[in-house]
């Protein structure tokens, strides 16, 4: 069982940047595959990013190609998405999972929902224009 909290939401301008975290309970955070997805009102959820169990290998949606990083500290069992360049339409909830998933699907399926078993609450992130 892992515990996933979320922090580091907030308001901020069109251009502005902010850090969110995602700290997990347990002892095993290095056995899972991190991702970070959001949720816009009347919308799916959708991809943003994921990160291998070791951090050696990262993805991210086409969307926030460039603006946005992942990185995980198993060391701090904490997974991060520092996010630059921050534009209006980025506004959402944004949630990180842990999925126990292998090299194969990693490679191929990390950018979908099924792939995790564990989802944090969600942390609110708004860019005004």
């Known amino acids: 069982q892992v515990q996933l909290v979320e922090s580091g939401g907030g308001l901020v301008q069109a251009g502005g940047s902010l850090r969110l975290s995602c700290a997990a309970s347990?002892?095993?955070?290095?056995?899972?595959?991190m991702g970070w997805f959001r949720q816009a009102p009347g919308k799916e959820r959708e991809f943003v990013a994921a990160?291998?169990?070791?951090?050696?290998?990262?993805y991210d949606a086409d969307s926030v190609k460039g603006r946005f990083t992942i990185a995980r500290d198993n060391s701090k069992n904490t997974v991060y998405l520092q996010m630059n360049s921050l534009k209006p339409e980025d506004t959402a909830v944004y949630y990180c999972?842990?999925?126990?998933?292998?090299?194969?699907?990693?490679?191929?399926?990390?950018?979908?929902?099924?792939?995790?078993?564990?989802w944090g609450q969600g942390t609110q992130v708004t860019v005004s224009s």
């Open positions: 347990g002892r095993t955070f290095s056995s899972y595959a």
């Open positions: 999972a842990a999925g126990v998933i292998g090299s194969y699907y990693f490679s191929h399926s990390s950018d979908e929902t099924s792939q995790y078993d564990y």
């Open positions: 990160i291998s169990r070791s951090g050696d290998t990262a």
